[in-house]
């Protein structure tokens, strides 16, 4: 498996709270991924970045903010959390355009 | 991106070959289809993915048509461990993003 990490694995917060999520990889690869999950909706892509520092939004990019000051970590971050932001969240890491993209095992979030 | 349709669900007998359709009739020629699955609740595992020509390696084929507007992922012979979520997934090489659909819910049968 590629060596990609997500933590934490799941998390329960507070409407209004801030959140990071992280996923670190090992793999040295260029690509890395935000994604969510939920009901009916397919995966979403939150944020990507294409190298240290260099990030970009996806189509459901609000109310998150991303990271990547390394390599191997790309973090999310929820500002204030809403309900809405309750979901499953995956992080993928990929080498090259075209090449197969990884994914982490999933972080679920509940915001109470 | 091309948009895909899958059937939202598919039962296959275990040990026989899963046959799974993908339309994508508004493909570009410089997309790829690919193919992920998801089991229960893990990330996505990549299967394989082709241009034009067919494709195989060691979990599927990928059979795509002369005028690339549907493919098919066929698993040779299925196991209870087939069972999963599976998206196809039309990409351009230079695309920063995986759309993923809804896809197939595969059951395998014992």
């Known amino acids: 498996d590629a060596g990609i990490t997500q933590s934490p694995r799941h998390k329960v917060t507070e409407t209004g709270t801030p959140v990071t999520l992280r996923c670190h990889q090992t793999?040295?690869?260029?690509?890395m991924y935000w994604y969510r999950q939920d009901p009916g909706h397919g995966l979403r892509l939150i944020h990507y970045?294409?190298?240290?520092?260099?990030?970009d939004k996806g189509e459901v990019s609000d109310g998150y903010s991303v990271s990547r000051s390394k390599t191997e970590d790309f973090l999310l971050t929820l500002e204030s959390a809403t309900s809405s932001q309750t979901s499953v969240y995956f992080c993928?890491?990929?080498?090259?355009?075209?090449?197969?993209?990884?994914f982490g095992q999933g972080t679920r979030l509940t915001v109470v | 991106d091309a948009k895909t349709t899958q059937p939202p669900s598919m039962d296959c007998a275990e040990g026989r070959a899963a046959n799974l359709p993908c339309n994508h009739s508004?493909?570009?020629?410089?997309?790829?289809v690919y193919w992920y699955r998801q089991i229960h609740s893990q990330g996505p595992q990549y299967i394989i993915h082709?241009?034009?020509n067919n494709e195989t390696n060691e979990m599927a084929s990928l059979i795509i048509t002369e005028d690339r507007k549907s493919s098919t992922l066929i698993l040779p012979h299925a196991t209870l461990r087939d069972t999963a979520v599976y998206y196809c997934?039309?990409?351009?090489?230079?695309?920063?993003?995986?759309?993923f659909g809804t896809g197939t819910r595969l059951t395998v049968i014992p």
């Open positions: 970045s294409y190298g240290v520092k260099d990030t």
């Open positions: 993928a890491i990929q080498g090259a355009f075209g090449a197969e993209a990884f």
């Open positions: 508004t493909i570009s020629g410089n997309e790829y």
């Open positions: 793999e040295n690869h260029r690509y």
């Open positions: 082709g241009l034009k």
């Open positions: 997934i039309v990409r351009e090489t230079g695309a920063n993003n995986l759309f």
